[in-house]
């Protein structure tokens, strides 16, 4: 979905009452699909759990108590809804789909039309926007709105907006930390204010990662951005050849993952990974690792494809798919580390930790303690051996799964 003319952003918190566009996350497909829309004996006003209160209270209602839509536009929305409902569970029915409710007009000529093409909800859409945005401005000491300077243009600005309405990980909450100090209109005056051009440009940018350079399938639970970076500059960018073209327009948009598209470029790109992953409505920062030429990627490939080769597992470096090595390379390593992690999140946010800053190591080139991988392995192989099920049937796949992994670490650090 181009989330751009669906007006469509994250709501900012689980328990605010209003959406940036007309649009409801019915979610996967329900056998019961008419009793979880109308709720409990068809009082969906008062079943807190039916997909109509819902829809009413978090997303349709702000419409109309912002003016967006007329007064008593919502209940008669809801009673067509209702009306409808058959039709509505019919459709709603595959459990291997996501289903969303869009709210639009039809335009004159029959055709629907998207949010962004409706002047209500762009308005909507723009207020929600600068009232975001507005909640970082600074006060001065007297507590009225002073003027400060954009951290990023240096303009003077009385209406300053700071990182943490962009990246959910840019937050205030860790007193005695970097800001060092509570969140407040005085203190986020001090800390990289930025002013509304600026944040419509970031936003924007965060907005073009999130849809082109986000990777969420290498790692599961974790995000991955590919962000590239043309060292030659943008005025060259008429010189960059066609592999670099075709990745800085297209992203991993296509596959969602990291791709042999990104192995055709060369060094007149370099890529910038950030590993981060969603918490509720927070984000947690995991890992950043900075200027990764994608030669230094392909090194990391011809390595994976010998060390596959020399412990038996050719069918790891090369199975026909679309898939890069490195994907494959990534989600190997990791898969197998969580199969010993435990089951407790401790230990399993340890073990995912120390994975993570392995898998940067070998992003930014730099040599990895195999020694310490090895133990990791072999003090946790005796609790596996001890169920007979797993020796009988899976000892011998993880051997050699891990045998490719140690060579392969082996030979990154150029120790054949």
Same mark, same amino acid.
């Given at each position: 979905?181009?989330?751009?003319?669906?007006?469509?952003?994250?709501?900012?918190?689980?328990?605010?009452?209003?959406?940036?566009?007309?649009?409801?996350?019915?979610?996967?497909?329900?056998?019961?699909?008419?009793?979880?829309?109308?709720?409990?004996?068809?009082?969906?006003?008062?079943?807190?759990?039916?997909?109509?209160?819902?829809?009413?209270?978090?997303?349709?209602?702000?419409?109309?108590?912002?003016?967006?839509?007329?007064?008593?536009?919502?209940?008669?929305?809801?009673?067509?809804?209702?009306?409808?409902?058959?039709?509505?569970?019919?459709?709603?029915?595959?459990?291997?789909?996501?289903?969303?409710?869009?709210?639009?007009?039809?335009?004159?000529?029959?055709?629907?039309?998207?949010?962004?093409?409706?002047?209500?909800?762009?308005?909507?859409?723009?207020?929600?926007?600068?009232?975001?945005?507005?909640?970082?401005?600074?006060?001065?000491?007297?507590?009225?709105?002073?003027?400060?300077?954009?951290?990023?243009?240096?303009?003077?600005?009385?209406?300053?907006?700071?990182?943490?309405?962009?990246?959910?990980?840019?937050?205030?909450?860790?007193?005695?930390?970097?800001?060092?100090?509570?969140?407040?209109?005085?203190?986020?005056?001090?800390?990289?204010?930025?002013?509304?051009?600026?944040?419509?440009?970031?936003?924007?940018?965060?907005?073009?990662?999130?849809?082109?350079? $986000?990777?969420?399938?290498? /790692?599961? #639970?974790?995000?991955?951005?590919? +962000?590239? !970076? @043309?060292?030659?500059?943008?005025? &060259?960018?008429?010189?960059?050849?066609?592999?670099?073209?075709?990745?800085?327009?297209?992203?991993?948009?296509?596959?969602?993952?990291?791709?042999?598209?990104?192995?055709?470029?060369?060094?007149?790109?370099?890529?910038?990974?950030?590993?981060?992953?969603?918490?509720?409505?927070?984000?947690?920062?995991?890992?950043?690792?900075?200027?990764?030429?994608?030669?230094?990627?392909?090194?990391?490939?011809?390595?994976?494809?010998?060390?596959?080769?020399?412990?038996?597992?050719?069918?790891?470096?090369?199975?026909?798919?679309?898939? $890069?090595?490195?994907?494959? /390379?990534? #989600?190997?390593?990791?898969?197998? +580390?969580? !199969? @010993?992690?435990?089951?407790?999140? &401790?230990?399993?946010?340890?073990?995912?930790?120390?994975?993570?800053?392995?898998?940067?190591?070998?992003?930014?080139?730099?040599?990895?303690?195999?020694?310490?991988?090895?133990?990791?392995?072999?003090?946790?192989?005796?609790?596996?051996?001890?169920?007979?099920?797993?020796?009988?049937?899976?000892?011998?796949?993880?051997?050699?799964?891990?045998?490719?992994?140690?060579?392969?670490?082996?030979?990154?650090?150029?120790?054949?």
């Amino acid at each position: 979905m181009k989330k751009r003319r669906y007006l469509y952003r994250a709501p900012v918190g689980a328990n605010v009452k209003w959406r940036f566009s007309p649009i409801y996350k019915l979610g996967k497909g329900c056998a019961n699909a008419k009793d979880a829309l109308l709720g409990k004996g068809d009082s969906w006003r008062k079943d807190t759990e039916s997909r109509f209160y819902k829809l009413y209270n978090s997303t349709l209602y702000a419409f109309e108590k912002e003016g967006a839509f007329s007064e008593g536009s919502v209940d008669k929305i809801m009673e067509c809804l209702k009306e409808n409902v058959d039709r509505i569970a019919e459709l709603w029915n595959d459990r291997r789909s996501s289903y969303l409710l869009i709210f639009s007009p039809i335009s004159e000529d029959g055709h629907f039309m998207y949010p962004l093409d409706v002047k209500a909800y762009l308005s909507y859409f723009r207020s929600r926007l600068k009232e975001q945005g507005a909640g970082g401005g600074c006060s001065s000491q007297n507590g009225s709105v002073g003027e400060k300077l954009c951290a990023l243009c240096r303009s003077q600005t009385s209406e300053t907006v700071n990182l943490d309405k962009i990246f959910a990980f840019a937050t205030f909450d860790k007193e005695n930390f970097l800001p060092g100090i509570k969140a407040s209109d005085k203190s986020k005056g001090k800390m990289f204010p930025i002013c509304q051009d600026c944040y419509k440009a970031l936003s924007g940018g965060k907005a073009c990662i999130d849809e082109k350079y $986000s990777d969420s399938k290498s /790692i599961y #639970g974790v995000n991955i951005y590919v +962000v590239p !970076e @043309l060292i030659m500059g943008n005025a &060259n960018m008429g010189h960059a050849v066609q592999f670099n073209e075709d990745f800085l327009s297209k992203g991993l948009s296509n596959e969602g993952h990291l791709s042999n598209r990104i192995m055709k470029m060369d060094d007149s790109v370099v890529l910038h990974f950030v590993f981060w992953e969603k918490n509720q409505a927070q984000e947690r920062l995991l890992l950043m690792v900075e200027d990764v030429p994608p030669s230094r990627l392909k090194h990391i490939e011809e390595t994976w494809g010998i060390s596959a080769n020399a412990t038996g597992r050719s069918d790891l470096s090369n199975d026909g798919s679309a898939n $890069s090595r490195l994907y494959r /390379i990534i #989600g190997l390593m990791w898969s197998k +580390v969580m !199969e @010993l992690a435990g089951k407790s999140d &401790n230990e399993r946010n340890y073990a995912k930790d120390w994975m993570l800053g392995i898998e940067g190591k070998i992003l930014s080139g730099e040599c990895i303690n195999v020694d310490e991988v090895k133990t990791f392995f072999v003090s946790r192989l005796q609790g596996l051996c001890a169920d007979h099920e797993w020796v009988q049937n899976k000892s011998k796949y993880f051997a050699r799964d891990v045998y490719c992994i140690i060579d392969f670490l082996y030979r990154l650090n150029g120790e054949d």
